[in-house]
């Protein structure tokens, strides 16, 4: 009798325990289940007020080449124009381009035509037919002092500007310039950006076919391009793993060793958005010829697209997020308050 008491007791405390454990469960996952899909549904309605800068900044998309900006040209683009220097996209490079063109190239040719004249004339004016008798002249005033004379201003025009060129590519970057460090391996680039959360980009020469099909010149693509900002300031650092290479993109007037051991700089800005191309110019072992550099510029809007997509972050944001998170963690503080 008093086993069966104690089995209808322990029967109706079993009968009533799925009860008591709701009642007190039921309190803290309500809340949780009503909140859920209002959390759900936030971003819903927070998604057009989050489109329209998403769509404003734009996504990063690789840019596709401009036939004959920033790649080698052939006699297809006119033979004049494959004789000369690449058309060039960088204050430096104009101002090269405008020596070479403008003086340098006036200057040789003036030199070549008055040195050929004189072979000329003298082969015509004094040869054993027209004079069996030698002339016996040893000294002339007047031409050596042309000769003299004449030379020192020709070096002098051209000292002018080469001077000028000379101190305008040594130019110290400004302490805002975007840094971006190209280390040389054998035998490929890898591209770092200190300023962008250390995004490294490891760049590769694209088969010669796969090249072709994506409309770039063969030998000069790569699978990931060094991205830059254009218009901006850069510093360009270099460096090497292994031996000396050389980092060069002739339509940028851009040519720096790179050296193991040593962090050489310089400051470059690219003034129009496009992709240039330019290769190792230091001969760096077998498959020296087979790591070619390829700069995409972009405009900074889509710069910073391209760096979201590689995870990095822009300069300034770090320093934001901790000023926002008072903010959030004040709004957390305030739900429970409100929900009491």
């Not at 971003?43 to 998309?61: I, L, N, S, V």
Request: charged residues 15%; aromatic residues 8%; hydrophobic residues 50%.
């Amino acid at each position: 009798m008093k086993n069966a008491i104690l089995a209808a007791i322990a029967a109706g405390l079993a009968a009533f325990a799925p009860l008591s454990v709701a009642a007190q469960v039921a309190p803290t996952t309500t809340p949780v289940e009503a909140t859920a899909p209002a959390a759900e549904a936030a971003p819903a309605t927070a998604a057009p007020a989050d489109a329209a800068p998403a769509e404003a900044a734009g996504t990063y998309t690789p840019m596709a080449p401009t036939k004959g900006k920033g790649m080698p040209t052939s006699y297809e683009d006119g033979a004049l124009k494959s004789m000369t220097f690449q058309d060039q996209y960088s204050e430096n490079g104009k101002y090269a381009q405008w020596m070479h063109d403008g003086i340098l190239m006036p200057v040789i040719t003036a030199i070549s035509l008055l040195v050929l004249g004189l072979l000329l004339y003298v082969v015509v004016r004094f040869n054993r037919i027209r004079n069996p008798v030698a002339s016996r002249t040893t000294h002339n005033t007047a031409i050596e002092v042309i000769w003299t004379i004449v030379p020192v201003i020709i070096l002098v025009v051209i000292a002018v500007p080469s001077i000028t060129l000379l101190a305008r590519q040594y130019e110290t970057p400004p302490a805002d310039a975007v840094t971006i460090k190209a280390t040389g391996y054998q035998w490929y680039w890898g591209y770092t950006y200190p300023d962008h959360g250390e995004i490294e980009v490891i760049s590769n020469m694209l088969d010669e076919g796969e090249a072709v099909r994506r409309g770039e010149p063969g030998q000069l693509a790569v699978d990931n391009r060094m991205v830059v900002p254009a218009g901006v300031p850069l510093r360009i650092q270099t460096t090497a793993s292994d031996v000396i290479h050389a980092f060069a993109v002739p339509s940028l007037w851009f040519k720096m060793d790179a050296v193991p051991g040593r962090l050489n700089e310089k400051l470059l800005t690219i003034e129009e958005p496009g992709v240039y191309y330019g290769q190792c110019s230091e001969l760096c072992g077998a498959r020296h010829a087979y790591m070619p550099i390829a700069i995409e510029a972009l405009p900074p809007a889509e710069f910073a697209a391209w760096v979201k997509a590689q995870g990095g972050s822009m300069p300034g944001e770090e320093a934001a997020a901790p000023a926002a998170a008072p903010a959030v963690d004040a709004a957390a503080a305030a739900a429970p308050a409100a929900a009491r």
